[in-house]
């Protein structure tokens, strides 16, 4: 029992010194305060970081969870909060936040966010990506199109754009994830940013999983959630993530 509980207390020693640290954090957008969670790695910086998007659900437990993972490989990660520290509980509500989020807001508060990693000392100021899903996906090419030194950006079943005036504005290499039986995002919209890219020189990979549907990467999607298609494009973007901000 004694051999037990020694093993027991070094597990929890091992998981808790590898364990990203989290902490609220606040930054300035415009006249606004605006709340994030900023999670940071262990070990010593300075760390490449992302700006790290949530669905249109709002800053709930799943996105924080995922802002969690990337620090635990490596990058400081600033989940931040369009909301105003409101989250949805159902669908309608959702929709509702979504609608009322202003869209110049919503950029300002995503500069204000870059900026905001920009200003830490432990961050890499030249290796800040950006992740989103759902609606936090179409807010990571807005990234995209406003940064230019913005280094890795990945859209996860986002709108999308196909205006080479606005798609020459992108510097970032993209990584896009999206399902081919989704219905808002269709696999011909995706083609059709795809190809303009690679008419522009843009670097950009496209992964389409034929059957999925829209936020197949998250559980709580009872009906539409696929295991193995989320399992693969969670493996896609630590790869894309390692090769393009930690090099």
């Known amino acids: 029992m004694k051999k037990i509980y020694l093993l027991t207390l070094v597990v929890l020693f091992a998981l808790t010194a590898f364990a990203a640290d989290s902490k609220p954090v606040s930054y300035k957008s415009g006249d606004d305060t605006v709340q994030a969670m900023?999670?940071?790695p262990s070990g010593k910086g300075p760390f490449p970081a992302i700006i790290v998007i949530h669905e249109y659900w709002g800053l709930n437990d799943w996105v924080k969870e995922q802002a969690s993972k990337l620090a635990d490989e490596g990058y400081e990660a600033l989940a931040i909060d369009l909301y105003r520290g409101k989250v949805a509980t159902t669908p309608d509500m959702a929709h509702e936040l979504m609608r009322g989020v202003p869209d110049d807001r919503a950029k300002r508060d995503l500069h204000a966010a870059f900026e905001f990693l920009q200003s830490q000392p432990n961050v890499k100021k030249n290796r800040?990506?950006?992740?989103?899903?759902?609606?936090?996906?179409?807010?990571?090419?807005?990234?995209?199109?406003q940064e230019p030194t913005l280094a890795a950006d990945v859209i996860n079943y986002g709108h999308l754009a196909t205006d080479p005036d606005a798609l020459k504005k992108i510097n970032a290499p993209i990584l896009g994830l999206f399902g081919g039986q989704d219905r808002g995002i269709t696999p011909d919209d995706v083609h059709k940013f795809e190809a303009a890219?690679?008419?522009?020189?843009?670097?950009?990979?496209?992964k389409i999983y034929d059957d999925a549907g829209h936020a197949f990467e998250n559980p709580n999607n009872k009906d539409g959630y696929r295991a193995a298609d989320a399992a693969d494009a969670s493996k896609r973007t630590v790869e894309f993530l390692a090769e393009t901000l930690k090099k």
Request: some cysteine; overall charge positive.
């Open 38 to 40: 900023l999670y940071t």
């Open 128 to 145: 800040i990506g950006a992740i989103g899903w759902c609606m936090g996906g179409g807010y990571a090419l807005d990234v995209a199109l």
């Open 197 to 206: 890219m690679k008419q522009l020189g843009k670097k950009v990979e496209v």
